[in-house]
Structures are given as structure tokens and as C-alpha cells.
């Protein structure tokens, strides 16, 4: 056996101060490096389930949300409904925030205590398993030399007994044999004498030195002790520390305790118990019920102005009614045709209201011929506008609108409405509607 201490092969039980046995209080140093970094795995993991169920939630309530909206669900209940998709989606934020706690706060403090309490040396390993590995081997080193000294006392005595007890069987054996001289018997006799006497000495070198491995023993039980304290102090420093994560991670864990978990189930409940079936009843037979409001039919008077309002909406629910017709088209300069007035706005109708109104209806309503009334004459004349000259013929279909000849001129009396119709004049003095796209300011 080599001197330096290491008798792992001495002892044939497993107590700790057999030879050897302290290396499992060494490894279990290296052991609590590998359980911080298995703690934050387990809780990195529980951090992503967190992370899924609450973009799950989120999800959830997104679409719920648009299926009840859409829904026939009304009233109160809607919003009652509505309260649990607000709930999940408040509940999704709680857990985001647990995630980054677990992923986060908690893993980094067990990261720092991990690396403040384990320090790697640079041939590998971590500095605290080196110094309690030396401290146990330099405990056990003395007393590890007694005990091999023991061990060889101890082989050495048995094996003088068991070469003392052939002695005595052959030595018996030669005495009640008859062919045996006596002087034969003689050396057997002095061969058993001889064994018994190493015997003793063999015993005498195994009590003394058991002896003073048990003198040893004391200071190999403190010093082995000593050592063994300091693991303790540290092995206690990673359970106390553990136990504080873990409580930690415990409040992170328990929304109960958080104020806005509380307030979101309190909420929830109080809008599905602000639900009331009277109030949404009420709510449906107002707007879809008995309640509605109805514009009974009742008689009205012939007016001409009537019948003309009534021509005009029928005109406007009608896209094919709105199309102008155009006959005998000549272009005046051999340009490109006319706009079709299919490419123009389908939906245009002639805003009269913005040119005519109730109190110039009666002085500026024209006749069938586009002659004006003679009353109408003196203020039309002090009206100012632009020249322009038409570009394409233009038949008017209604009593309001004008018909000339591409290369007429005429007065411009206002701007183009929405529907791209303007006032105009002839240079007969009729004044009415025409398309704003078929003329061409004449410049000055």
C-alpha cells in the first residue's frame, strides 16, 4: 500500500471513518453546484408553460371576444360574457409577469449565490471540493498509516497461528505413528515450540500496535470532525438558501395574494351580477320590439315640388337612371369624344337643393321651352360669371338643364357641385344646370 493515506480497500464496513468514505461528503460539494443549476432549469421550464398558457388565454379571449360581438348575445349578458374574455386577458398579463419572475428575478438570485458559493480552479473542478478532499486527507492520513500497520500486525499473527496449528496436527500425527523414530518425534515436537513462540510475538506486535491506533483515534475523530463541520456550515448555507428560493418562488406562484388577481375575479362577479333579464328584455322590445317608434301613414296634399323630390329619389336608387344621354355629339376642335357618362360617377344625381331653394323656387323655376320668366330677367343680368365655351353637344333631359352646340359660348354661374353639375347661362339669357366636364373656361 502506497503512504500517502489512500486505503479505500482497508475496512469492510461503511462508516464514514473508514478509509476513503469522506470522498461522499466531498462529492455531495459538487453535488449542490449541479442542483442550482437543475433548479433553475425546472423552474425555466415552468416559466415557459406560463408563457403558453398565458398567450393561450390571450388568444382565447381574442377570439371570443370578436364570436360574442358578432353573436346574437345583447344587453347585459353581453357584458357579462365579455367580462370573462377581459378577465382571461388580465390573467394572461399576471402570468406573463410570473413568467419573467421565474425566468428572470429567481433565476439570476440562484445564478449569483451559485457563483459567490462555487469557484472553479482552472485545472478543472471547484476550489471548495479541493480544500475538503485535502482537509479530510490530511484528518486521516496519520491515522490511515496506523491502521495499515495494524492490518499487517494482524496478518502476520494470524498467519504464525495457522502455521503453529499445522505444527501441532503433524507433530500429532508423527506420535502415534509406530514407524517414527523418536527422534523424528523430536522435531516436530521442536517445530511446534518454535511456532507457538512466533505466535506470541506476532500477537504481542499486533495488541501493541492496535494499541496505538487506538490512542489515535481521539485526535483522527476531531480532526476528521473539524473538516466534516466546515461541509456542514456550508451545506447548510445551499439548504437555507434553497428553502428561501423556493418560498419566493411559492409567493410568485400564489396569485391569490396578488391585488389584482383578487380584483379581477371581484370584478368578473360583480359585472355577471350586474346581469338583469328585465333590463335586457326591456332593452330588445324598444329597439327591436313594440317599442320601436313608427312614422304612421298619414294623407298628405299633391304638391308639384312633392312630386319633383319624389322623381329625384327614385333617381338616385336607381344607377341606370342616372346616366345622361348624349345625341348628335360634334366636337368643336376634332378632340377626342366626350366623356361616356357611364365612366362618370354611376351614383351622381343633381344636387338641386344646393342651387335652388324654397324661396328662389318660385322666381327661378324654368319652363318646359328654357325660357325664364320675364321677372327674373334684371336679376339675372346683374349676376357675374365666367365665359365658357362647350366642347361637345349637349341635349338637357330634364326642364332644368340646358342644350347647345359644341363651340358655344356661355356664362359660368357657380361652382361644380359634388356630382359634377354647374349653373350656367346662354347668351339667350336661359339660365339652368349643365355637365361641368363638357365645357372649357375661355381665356382671358
Not at 179 to 194: A, L
Not at 262 to 287: F, H, P, S, V
Not at 405 to 412: I, V
Amino acid at each position: 500500500m502506497s503512504s500517502n493515506g489512500d486505503l479505500s480497500d482497508l475496512g469492510s464496513c461503511d462508516s464514514f471513518w473508514e478509509p476513503g468514505n469522506y470522498k461522499r461528503t466531498v462529492k455531495r460539494i459538487d453535488d449542490g453546484h449541479r442542483l442550482c443549476n437543475e433548479l433553475v432549469t425546472c423552474f425555466q421550464e415552468r416559466a415557459k408553460i406560463e408563457k403558453s398558457y398565458a398567450v393561450q388565454l390571450s388568444d382565447w379571449a381574442k377570439r371570443w371576444r370578436g364570436t360574442v360581438e358578432k353573436g346574437p348575445q345583447y344587453g347585459t349578458l353581453e357584458k357579462a360574457w365579455h367580462a370573462f374574455m377581459q378577465a382571461a386577458e388580465r390573467l394572461s398579463e399576471l402570468h406573463l409577469e410570473l413568467r419573467e419572475r421565474l425566468a428572470g428575478e429567481d433565476s439570476d438570485k440562484v445564478r449569483g449565490w451559485q457563483k459567490e458559493a462555487f469557484h472553479k480552479q482552472m485545472m478543472g473542478g471547484f476550489r471548495e471540493t479541493k480544500d475538503a478532499d485535502d482537509g479530510f486527507r490530511k484528518a486521516q492520513k496519520p491515522w490511515v498509516r496506523k491502521l495499515k500497520e495494524v492490518e499487517s500486525t494482524k496478518k502476520s499473527y494470524h498467519q504464525a497461528r495457522k502455521e503453529e496449528r499445522t505444527a501441532v496436527t503433524r507433530e500429532t500425527h508423527a506420535k502415534a505413528d509406530p514407524s517414527k523414530s523418536q527422534e523424528e518425534v523430536r522435531k516436530y515436537t521442536t517445530r511446534v515450540e518454535r511456532c507457538s513462540q512466533e505466535a506470541e510475538k506476532a500477537k504481542e506486535r499486533y495488541e501493541k500496535a492496535l494499541e496505538e491506533l487506538n490512542r489515535c483515534n481521539p485526535r483522527y475523530m476531531e480532526d476528521m470532525e473539524q473538516v466534516f463541520d466546515l461541509t456542514q456550515e456550508a451545506e447548510r448555507n445551499r439548504l437555507r438558501f434553497f428553502k428561501d428560493v423556493l418560498l419566493d418562488i411559492h409567493t410568485h406562484l400564489d396569485l391569490s395574494c396578488r391585488d389584482g388577481f383578487k380584483g379581477l375575479y371581484r370584478d368578473l362577479g360583480q359585472t355577471i351580477n350586474a346581469a338583469n333579464d328585465m333590463e335586457d328584455l326591456r332593452w330588445w322590445r324598444n329597439t327591436h320590439g313594440p317599442g320601436m317608434s313608427m312614422n304612421w301613414p298619414q294623407f298628405e296634399e299633391w304638391s308639384p315640388e312633392a312630386s319633383r323630390s319624389i322623381v329625384r329619389k327614385e333617381k338616385s336608387s336607381h344607377v341606370e337612371d342616372n346616366v345622361v344621354t348624349l345625341t348628335n355629339i360634334i366636337s368643336s376642335g376634332g378632340e377626342d369624344t366626350p366623356p361616356s357618362p357611364t365612366a362618370q360617377d354611376s351614383t351622381r344625381v343633381k344636387d338641386y337643393s344646393s342651387d335652388w331653394s324654397d324661396e328662389d323656387s318660385p322666381k327661378k323655376v324654368l319652363a318646359v321651352n328654357g325660357v325664364g320668366e320675364v321677372e327674373d330677367e334684371e336679376e339675372q343680368e346683374k349676376v357675374e360669371g365666367v365665359r365658357v365655351r362647350a366642347l361637345y353637344d349637349y341635349t338637357g333631359q330634364e326642364a332644368d338643364e340646358l342644350s347647345f352646340k359644341a363651340g358655344e359660348e356661355l356664362l359660368k354661374l357657380g361652382e361644380e357641385d359634388e356630382q359634377g353639375w354647374c349653373k350656367g347661362q346662354l347668351t339667350s339669357g336661359q339660365v339652368g344646370l349643365y355637365p361641368a366636364n363638357y365645357v372649357q373656361v375661355i381665356p382671358s
